[in-house]
């Protein structure tokens, strides 16, 4: 690719969707019928209350995104059932009139609560597996904020600070104030890179400020990493 490459036809697949608790199948329909809205947009398919709608008929949908009609309409389901479409009826032989919601933070913290839950499930001993299968039944369909996520982390302070894109970082004030002091220009950069890390492999860490400013330590040693571009009175970049 170069600067006057143009990039080939894309759907739009939000961030969000790479860590929900949601299978493929339901990712991907989320990706086309969010296309399709706005498509729906820009030719004025609107309700009454002006709430944008979107017409796809079942079997087009499948062979949209190679499945069978089946599995196209459990992950339908699953989309619905996860808060992010509505379907209504238009009566018999009409197809349904499908609204694609966009989450909110809470919401995107409750898709990736679930999938944390289950990741915790997979570490535990066996012999343990099947009470904690009866919890996880027990949570997932419970909304699991992150003040209840953030107690169940042993060392967290009840004080801490939810931080990161994926509201899996906790510091206290006086962490966050010491790493902001001495990592003035990339303290963020560095929480935004142990939220993703966490997020991506379900791993936990005891204190997430020490962790960072062991991450810190070995790219300044190691000359890599996160760059300072921070500079002293007097000097300019």
Known sequence: MTSDTKLLPYLPYPRFLLGADLTQTAKVLY????????????????????????????NKLADM????????????????AAGLIERRRC???????????QPDSQDIDRLMDKKLAARQLENWPSDS???????????????????????NLSGVSESARILGRYGNVFLTEAELSELQADFPTVWQEYIERL?????????????HAATIRRWAKEDSRKGKGVSDYSCKEGESL
């Open 31 to 58: 990706a086309v019928l969010l296309d399709r809205s706005n498509l729906s947009r820009a030719n004025g398919w609107m309700d009454e209350d002006r709430n944008i709608f979107v017409v796809f008929p079942l």
């Open 91 to 101: 009566g018999n032989g009409m197809p349904n009139r499908i609204y694609v919601k």
């Open 195 to 207: 939220s993703e890390y966490m997020a991506s492999t379900g791993k936990t860490y005891k204190s």
């Open 129 to 151: 597996q099947k009470t904690g299968r009866q919890i996880a039944r027990k949570l997932a369909p419970n909304k699991i904020s992150n003040s209840n996520l953030k107690n």
């Open 65 to 80: 995104v190679d499945k069978g009609p089946s599995t196209v309409k459990n992950a339908l389901n699953e989309l619905e």
